[in-house]
């Protein structure tokens, strides 16, 4: 009988401990050396949070906003003083938590550019695969906004399996970065990532992600024929501005031009419902900028069906430096 179990507990052990030993390399590479494992968009999440906490620069204006506003707001071209916080695959809600961390850490700047797609009011787009996935949100952070969505009866626009999908984040789980793990086993991912990195230092913030000279390929826009914004989006939005205004902050809510493929596929209705809410938001805030309508560039200055390619971006830079000439003196 004692051999059997013996047996048995041999067995058992052989088979679980190669598991086990899979589930602790997991958390230990994600957790302690995520720079060799991670995609090469953490290190603009990394980056980003380590300027937020180890700044000593004073910047008189900070530039708030998803990928779009990351690769068209060049600090290079506008100011010395100028610095783009800008994330891929964000929302009104992470920059809500970013800019309150800047301000948390570093001295209040005099301006701040709010820049967001106009189909970041409607979804949370990457919510879970960047800003949980990459650990840049804190568990309070991500309780407030999960609580902020039930409020508005809104939860199910995060997730219907909440609670679950946060431990699956929080604690590595093999189902999200099982296959990341052994992805990354097939490359450096700290040489991309160190250099994406340095870049961005360079930089200040700022990076292109398209490389093409030319793209008319259609962006996300187009999909939507009606402009309708989430609650919890006007929320974070408007709980921004409110601490700007706290701060003695001047705010401008810019919204970036499209190629100009996409904007003639808009439906009417989605560009006039966009329209009719900026002017609603002006109104409400009167003593800030708000930028009431979409408008489009030339295909040739995109790299991508989204994001402007370096001739987009110095072309945007150098209209934003001449149009609020006052903000960059």
Not at 296 to 324: R, V
């Amino acid at each position: 009988m004692k051999t059997k179990l013996s047996k048995f507990i041999l067995g058992s052990a052989i088979f679980i401990m190669p598991v086990l030993l899979f589930f602790i390399s997991i958390y230990v590479a994600f957790a302690i050396f995520p720079m060799y494992f991670f995609d090469g968009e953490y290190a603009m999440y990394k980056q980003q949070k380590d300027y937020i906490y180890n700044n000593t620069d004073y910047n008189k204006v900070i530039i708030l906003g998803d990928s779009k506003a990351k690769a068209a707001y060049s600090p290079l071209l506008l100011s010395d003083e100028t610095y783009n916080l800008s994330l891929g695959g964000t929302s009104f809600v992470e920059g809500y938590y970013s800019l309150k961390e800047y301000l948390d850490h570093n001295k209040a700047p005099e301006t701040v550019f709010i820049s967001f797609t106009s189909i970041h009011f409607m979804d949370f787009d990457r919510f879970w695969t960047r800003s949980v996935y990459f650990h840049r949100l804190s568990d309070a952070d991500i309780k407030e906004i999960y609580n902020t969505a039930l409020l508005y009866g809104e939860s199910d626009e995060i997730a219907e399996n909440y609670n679950e999908l946060r431990l699956q984040y929080k604690y590595y789980s093999v189902e999200k970065y099982g296959k990341p793990f052994l992805n990354a086993l097939d490359g450096n991912r700290y040489e991309m990532n160190s250099e994406t990195y340095r870049d961005l230092n360079d930089s200040k913030g700022q990076v292109n992600f398209g490389d093409k000279e030319y793209c008319d390929a259609l962006g996300p826009e187009r999909e939507y024929s009606d402009f309708e914004p989430l609650d919890i989006m006007d929320h974070y939005l408007r709980i921004t501005i409110d601490m700007c205004i706290e701060n003695d902050i001047d705010v401008i809510v810019d919204t970036l031009p499209m190629n100009e493929a996409t904007y003639n596929f808009c439906e009417e209705s989605y560009l006039q419902g966009y329209s009719d809410y900026m002017n609603k938001l002006q109104s409400d805030y009167p003593q800030i900028i708000v930028n009431t309508d979409l408008c489009y560039y030339g295909n040739e200055y995109f790299g991508d069906a989204t994001h402007f390619n370096s001739k987009g971006t110095e072309k945007y830079s150098e209209y934003i430096k001449n149009k609020y000439s006052y903000v960059f003196e």
